[in-house]
Protein backbone atom coordinates (compact mmCIF):
# COMPACT_ATOMS: atom_id res chain seq x y z
CA UNK A 1 0.00 0.00 0.00
CA UNK A 2 1.88 3.61 -1.14
CA UNK A 3 1.41 6.26 1.41
CA UNK A 4 2.61 9.45 0.50
CA UNK A 5 2.09 11.79 3.63
CA UNK A 6 2.82 15.63 2.90
CA UNK A 7 4.77 17.95 5.67
CA UNK A 8 5.56 22.25 6.23
CA UNK A 9 3.11 23.75 5.09
CA UNK A 10 2.10 26.95 6.75
CA UNK A 11 2.00 30.66 6.77
CA UNK A 12 4.00 33.33 5.16
CA UNK A 13 4.42 36.38 4.40
CA UNK A 14 4.93 37.37 0.80
CA UNK A 15 8.09 37.02 -0.71
CA UNK A 16 8.91 34.70 1.25
CA UNK A 17 9.63 30.71 1.43
CA UNK A 18 8.66 27.07 2.87
CA UNK A 19 9.81 23.41 2.00
CA UNK A 20 7.21 21.38 1.59
CA UNK A 21 8.16 17.15 2.11
CA UNK A 22 6.58 14.18 0.78
CA UNK A 23 7.30 11.17 2.39
CA UNK A 24 6.65 8.01 0.45
CA UNK A 25 6.52 4.49 2.14
CA UNK A 26 4.85 0.88 1.26
CA UNK A 27 7.18 0.56 -2.25
CA UNK A 28 9.99 0.90 -4.34
CA UNK A 29 9.70 4.14 -6.05
CA UNK A 30 12.69 3.48 -8.81
CA UNK A 31 10.14 4.08 -11.95
CA UNK A 32 7.59 6.36 -10.32
CA UNK A 33 7.30 10.07 -11.22
CA UNK A 34 6.39 12.12 -8.23
CA UNK A 35 4.58 15.26 -8.85
CA UNK A 36 3.24 17.87 -6.66
CA UNK A 37 0.02 19.36 -7.23
CA UNK A 38 -2.43 22.56 -5.78
CA UNK A 39 -5.78 23.45 -5.22
CA UNK A 40 -6.73 26.64 -4.59
CA UNK A 41 -10.28 27.86 -2.95
CA UNK A 42 -12.82 27.57 -5.93
CA UNK A 43 -9.91 26.82 -8.30
CA UNK A 44 -9.14 23.36 -9.94
CA UNK A 45 -6.41 21.79 -9.15
CA UNK A 46 -3.02 22.57 -10.84
CA UNK A 47 0.02 21.24 -11.42
CA UNK A 48 2.61 22.40 -9.93
CA UNK A 49 6.00 20.17 -10.54
CA UNK A 50 7.06 16.60 -11.26
CA UNK A 51 10.23 14.68 -10.87
CA UNK A 52 11.46 11.14 -11.54
CA UNK A 53 12.82 8.85 -8.22
CA UNK A 54 15.78 7.35 -10.61
CA UNK A 55 18.86 8.56 -12.55
CA UNK A 56 19.39 12.19 -12.65
CA UNK A 57 16.12 13.25 -11.30
CA UNK A 58 14.45 15.03 -14.24
CA UNK A 59 11.78 17.82 -13.56
CA UNK A 60 9.21 19.61 -14.84
CA UNK A 61 7.65 22.87 -13.54
CA UNK A 62 4.56 24.78 -14.49
CA UNK A 63 5.46 28.02 -15.78
CA UNK A 64 3.47 29.78 -13.30
CA UNK A 65 6.47 28.35 -10.53
CA UNK A 66 9.01 28.28 -12.93
CA UNK A 67 12.36 30.06 -11.15
CA UNK A 68 10.70 30.16 -7.79
CA UNK A 69 9.77 26.84 -6.71
CA UNK A 70 12.31 23.65 -6.71
CA UNK A 71 11.79 20.01 -6.73
CA UNK A 72 14.57 17.55 -5.33
CA UNK A 73 14.46 14.35 -4.12
CA UNK A 74 16.10 12.09 -1.66
CA UNK A 75 15.71 8.58 -2.76
CA UNK A 76 17.85 7.38 0.97
CA UNK A 77 14.65 8.81 2.70
CA UNK A 78 12.69 8.08 -0.08
CA UNK A 79 11.06 11.75 0.18
CA UNK A 80 10.37 14.58 -2.43
CA UNK A 81 10.94 18.27 -1.48
CA UNK A 82 9.47 21.33 -3.11
CA UNK A 83 11.38 24.29 -2.49
CA UNK A 84 9.03 27.33 -2.67
CA UNK A 85 10.68 30.74 -2.91
CA UNK A 86 9.42 34.35 -3.75
CA UNK A 87 6.12 33.21 -2.64
CA UNK A 88 2.97 35.08 -3.85
CA UNK A 89 -0.43 35.25 -2.31
CA UNK A 90 -1.64 33.49 -5.19
CA UNK A 91 0.50 30.64 -4.47
CA UNK A 92 -2.18 30.01 -1.47
CA UNK A 93 -3.37 26.48 -1.95
CA UNK A 94 -4.03 23.08 -0.54
CA UNK A 95 -0.53 21.35 -1.75
CA UNK A 96 -0.84 17.52 -2.52
CA UNK A 97 2.02 15.33 -3.28
CA UNK A 98 1.10 12.39 -5.94
CA UNK A 99 3.08 9.60 -7.75
CA UNK A 100 2.56 7.31 -11.00
CA UNK A 101 4.87 3.80 -11.49
CA UNK A 102 6.19 3.83 -14.89
CA UNK A 103 5.22 7.55 -15.63
CA UNK A 104 7.25 10.80 -16.37
CA UNK A 105 7.33 13.96 -15.28
CA UNK A 106 4.83 14.90 -18.40
CA UNK A 107 2.19 12.27 -16.99
CA UNK A 108 -1.09 14.17 -16.58
CA UNK A 109 -2.60 11.20 -14.49
CA UNK A 110 -1.69 10.12 -10.78
CA UNK A 111 -2.33 7.26 -9.46
CA UNK A 112 -1.58 7.78 -5.45
CA UNK A 113 -2.10 10.95 -3.46
CA UNK A 114 -0.95 12.48 -0.41
CA UNK A 115 -3.98 14.16 2.09
CA UNK A 116 -2.32 17.51 1.23
CA UNK A 117 -0.30 20.61 3.15
CA UNK A 118 -2.18 24.13 3.52
CA UNK A 119 0.21 27.04 2.21
CA UNK A 120 -1.23 30.33 2.97
CA UNK A 121 0.79 33.20 1.67
CA UNK A 122 -0.53 36.43 3.43
CA UNK A 123 -0.06 39.89 1.11
Known amino acids: QVQLVESGGGLVQAGGSLRLSCAASGRTFGNYAMGWFRQAPGKEREFAAAIMWRGIGTTWYADSVKGRFTVSRDNAKNTVYLQMNSLKPEDTAVYYC???????????????WGQGTQVTVSS
Open 98 to 112: AGVPRGSVYSTSYEY
